[in-house]
């Protein structure tokens, strides 16, 4: 069973503070021919926005799928103010309610392990054009290699009901993985009709201000799950650790599949 988790909660520190992906993975969608000028792109449980906005920065006409009002509005704000053309429809991922048969590209950022994923893949399925792609991408923080984002999850844990920190929804079903992806992951999207093209993964650095790594916790899931005074505390934990400190370095990894409807 996954834990409750509700974005809602910290809609507007997401919007500010979850970092964006990196361009390159655009670059590698290019490179396959899955994103182009003119591509019509649905990208499910968009959130705020982020992959969506950089889809269509390479001219795709992307609609972003996310089922959380909280979300969906800061996404519309954001837009706002970078003049994005992304479309927003509030729907789950598994129901989007979306034309069949209309789409080049389906992408999920940082959003499959929250999916019933034989729903997801049945609708990833439907929407999609005969050759169109799905792209799973996903972005951890590497807590081994870095004390700081250690030392700040250690915080989190120790306000867990359990004193446990797992992997995000249904990421923890299973720890046998490939390039960062649950391998029964790759058989259920064979079974569902889908070719995998290429997959593979890439490390990376992001460089925070005190304060705006503080936003960054407050966006992640662990952090959503607590209640309102377990959240104040940590987050008051967190800026009194790193008080003194003027920029951190936390390290990252990001995992993609580019799959091709069969």
């Not at 969506?52 to 992307?62: E, F, M, T």
């Not at 893949?121 to 923080?141: N, Q, T």
Request: with cysteine; hydrophobic share 40%; glycine share 8%.
């Amino acid at each position: 069973m996954k834990e409750q988790v509700n974005f809602g909660n910290v809609s507007q520190d997401y919007a500010r503070y979850r970092d964006e992906l990196p361009a390159r993975l655009a670059d590698w969608l290019e490179a396959h021919g899955a994103l182009k000028n003119g591509t019509r792109a649905v990208d499910l449980g968009a959130g705020t926005g982020s992959f969506s906005r950089l889809l269509a920065g390479r001219g795709a006409a992307v609609t972003g799928v996310e089922p959380l009002a909280e979300m969906i509005g800061e996404a519309r704000r954001v837009a706002d103010d970078s003049d994005s053309s992304v479309v927003y429809v509030q729907a789950p991922a598994e129901a989007t309610a979306l034309p069949a048969g209309l789409f080049d590209l389906v992408t999920a950022a940082r959003a499959w392990h929250w999916f019933d994923r034989q729903q997801a893949i049945s609708e990833a399925r439907r929407l999609l054009k005969p050759g169109g792609f799905l792209a799973v991408v996903d972005s951890v923080i590497l807590a081994a290699e870095s004390e700081p984002a250690r030392a700040t999850f250690e915080l989190i844990r120790k306000q867990m009901p359990d004193g446990k920190l797992k992997a995000p929804g249904s990421m923890a079903e299973s720890p046998e993985r490939r390039n960062g992806f649950p391998l029964r992951w790759f058989d259920e999207w064979a079974d569902g009709g889908f070719q995998e093209k290429d997959s593979g993964q890439f490390d990376y650095e992001l460089r925070f201000a005190p304060d705006a790594w503080r936003g960054k916790v407050r966006s992640i899931s662990w952090f959503s799950q607590l209640d309102t005074d377990s959240r104040q505390q940590v987050d008051q934990e967190i800026a009194g650790l790193f008080r003194d400190v003027t920029e951190l370095t936390i390290p990252h990894r990001c995992s993609f599949v580019l799959l091709q409807k069969a």
